[in-house]
């Protein structure tokens, strides 16, 4: 009996702290759930605050649109989103904006949310499905062929190249190692592809781990490295750091973070493909609130991508780009 | 004997009133946790909803069939850490299988075979090799992940429809069923098993190797063929799961469930397991997977953070074996 009362008032204990949010059942009100790969990666706090830019400038008086952000449990965990995705559905939210772990797992979720009245829009990675609103995300194809044009040219066309992938079954990254290596082959031919299997795993710690074992093997050989997300480019780069080889490789990351910005003025990073993670939560949130209040909206809606360089790093458009106005939109 | 343990583990108390309730108690947790979760939610018709149930149902059933294996480990004074892997490996098999042309059925049966085979390999390491459980499963933990991906390719193995898919279907195709097939199975063989456990030679076996191995081998039980025999059988169970969990996913994925031996071990914890063997119940673990499926829906719809949840799961392990501890003092003083 007691355990039962101790859970029970540790319960209550937690509910007063976070004191139980009223639940207005005005028709109006739209509660959009945005739901990202993790939340741990800055990618996806810019995503965050770009969701909320857009319920603010959406709502009014009488017809407010509330986000709530809530990330797999186990980050880059299927089920684990699968979860998240079934209990937004059951709880009978307005709508919900989804960036997929994967582009099969989460179709049958998806679309038992879209029977049971909640219909989703996809962003950042695509889903194998027809039942969604819209696809709003980078052209990560495109994104991977600005990376090998950059690192062709900084190699003037010739030497060793080592591609690090992300994690498998991962469909944005995977257009982007495929954009990388295509771009490659057909406009570099004389660059030679001196490993292009070695995954890296969901964590800048497992990608330093396999990026460390990839010097160990080519450190010697290699010109040029291409990396095809944010953890990647994080565990190359303290891995090319460590070992010090930093700036005597060729490389060219994807994604922004301060760390980058940092790496490229210290020339150990001479270029990173940047999306626009910003107008991809503001956008993604747009798009099914105008969906939910009837409008009609494009399939698949293009939200990006640039190469920054050292040389345009301080551009006005770069520094948009590298600093998103999160404290504006998170607190 | 082996009789006198049995008794120790259902409950020492005076009647039987008693002992019942001893035995509900953790169901009287389980509907605690609802209870608070309705109120909080403010909208308890919601959460209570057959679509609701339905939902946290189907996102038991994977945990369930896990911990229902791992509670005879556990029972017998083992562990198994490789629960995670091997359902990885085992749906990345049945996937391949489907992929093949093989009937579901076939693919299905193959799949849970596989399991059954990793745990005879991890009961002959125990065995045989002598290294200790924790030791054995761990090194299985990264072998099954490991073989996992390589016969998937590095890659989630995607397969073309069959009725495989729709074991854990929210709502089922036959509507008469009310909530997924698989939670049928699951509560079919959570069934069967506590009648095992508790009306069977082999059931009162496992709960004497536990309590004491020495006194078990002393009283002519084999305790290594019946070790090499629970670890199968609990793999059979930790296949079918993996089945449910390419089900699921409508794909063999080989990175899938790490860490989920963890929620596994906790489920069987929370329900009265002992890791030093002897103690465990089916329904108590059962009540156990309910518990912490409840509480993370709960937490989702009343809009708690993620952290929240975890540090909430991670008290409620420590005190359920807190109060655990704390009632069988109170009956060995008595």
């Known amino acids: 009996m007691r355990k039962i009362i101790l859970i029970g008032l540790s319960l209550l204990l937690l509910a007063g702290v976070n004191c139980s949010r009223s639940n207005s059942k005005n ?45 797999p449990l186990r980050e880059d965990d299927r089920e684990q989103q699968i979860q998240v995705v079934e209990g937004f559905a059951s709880q009978g939210v307005s709508g919900i904006v989804l960036a997929p772990l994967d582009n099969r797992a989460l179709v049958r979720p998806v679309e038992e949310a879209k029977t049971a009245g909640v219909p989703t829009v996809i962003i950042d990675s695509a889903l194998e499905s027809q039942s969604i609103v819209s696809f709003v995300a980078t052209d990560n194809r495109k994104g991977g062929m600005l990376g090998a044009d950059r690192l062709g040219e900084l190699l003037g066309g010739k030497g060793k190249v080592i591609l690090l992938r992300y994690a498998e079954g991962s469909a944005s990254t995977e257009e982007r190692e495929a954009g990388f290596l295509q771009e490659m082959k057909q406009k570099y031919p004389n660059v030679e592809l001196i490993s292009t299997d070695q995954y890296a795993g969901a964590t800048r710690d497992t990608a330093k781990r396999a990026s460390e074992n990839l010097l160990n093997r080519f450190g010697d050989d290699v010109q040029g490295i291409f990396c095809p997300n944010e953890s990647t480019t994080a565990g190359m780069l303290s891995a090319l750091q460590d070992a010090g080889k930093a700036g005597k490789v060729m490389f060219v990351g994807f994604d922004a973070t301060q760390m980058f910005v940092d790496a490229m003025k210290a020339k150990q990073l001479h270029g990173i493909v940047v999306q626009n993670p910003f107008n991809m939560g503001y956008v993604g949130v747009k798009t099914i609130v105008e969906s939910l209040r009837g409008k009609t909206v494009e399939k698949r809606i293009d939200t990006g991508v640039t190469m920054i360089t050292p040389d345009n790093l301080d551009a006005k458009d770069s520094q948009a780009l590298l600093h998103p106005p999160l404290d504006e939109y998170l607190k | 004997m082996v009789a006198e343990t049995k008794a120790d583990w259902i409950v020492s108390g005076s009647g039987w009133a008693r002992a019942w309730l001893n035995r509900l108690a ?94 005879v390999v991890n009961g002959m390491a125990i065995t045989r090799l002598r290294v200790v ?93 019946l070790k090499i025999y629970i670890y199968g059988l609990a793999g059979l169970l930790f296949g079918l799961a993996g089945v449910m969990q390419m089900s ?14 963890l929620d596994i071990i906790a489920a069987v914890v929370i329900g009265g397991g002992s890791l030093s063997g002897g103690e465990g119940s089916i329904l108590g673990s059962m009540i156990g997977a309910l518990i ?11 809009g708690w953070p993620n952290y929240i949840q975890e540090i909430i799961i991670g008290a409620l392990i420590v005190f359920a074996v807190a109060i655990d501890r704390w009632r069988h003092a109170r009956l060995s003083a008595a």
């Open chain 2, 26 to 119: 953790p169901f009287l947790g389980l509907v605690l946790v609802i209870l608070v979760f309705a109120i909080l939610i403010g909208e308890p018709e919601k959460y209570l909803s057959l679509k609701n149930l339905r939902t946290v149902l189907a996102q038991t059933v994977i945990v369930a069939i896990g911990a229902i294996g791992m509670t005879a480990i556990i029972i017998s004074g083992g562990i198994d850490l490789s629960v995670g892997s091997a359902i990885a490996l085992t749906g990345v098999i049945t996937a391949l299988g489907i992929n093949a042309g093989w009937s579901a059925t076939m693919a299905i049966s193959v799949g849970i075979l596989v399991g059954g085979f990793v745990g």
């Open chain 1, 27 to 71: 028709s109006k009100k739209l509660t959009i759930a945005v739901i990202p790969k993790g939340t741990s990666h800055e990618f996806w706090k810019s995503i965050h605050a770009g969701a909320i830019k857009a319920a603010r400038e959406l709502s009014s008086p009488g017809a407010e649109v509330e986000v709530i952000w809530k990330g």
């Open chain 2, 133 to 225: 459980p924790f030791i054995a499963t761990l090194g299985m933990l990264g072998v099954a992940r490991g073989v996992a991906k390589g016969i998937a390719g590095s890659q989630t193995v995607n397969m073309p429809e069959t009725w495989a898919n729709d074991l854990l279907l929210t709502v089922p195709k036959q509507s008469w069923m009310l909530v997924a097939p698989g939670v049928w199975i699951a509560i079919a063989l959570a069934f069967l098993a506590a009648v095992v456990l508790r009306r069977t030679v082999f059931g009162r076996r496992l709960f004497a190797l536990g309590s004491n191995e020495a006194a078990a081998r002393a009283c002519g039980i084999a305790t290594d063929r």
């Open chain 2, 292 to 302: 912490m499926a409840f509480l993370r829906n709960g937490c989702q719809q009343v």
């Open chain 2, 248 to 261: 699921r996913l409508r794909q063999g994925d080989p990175t899938v469930a790490m860490g989920l031996e």
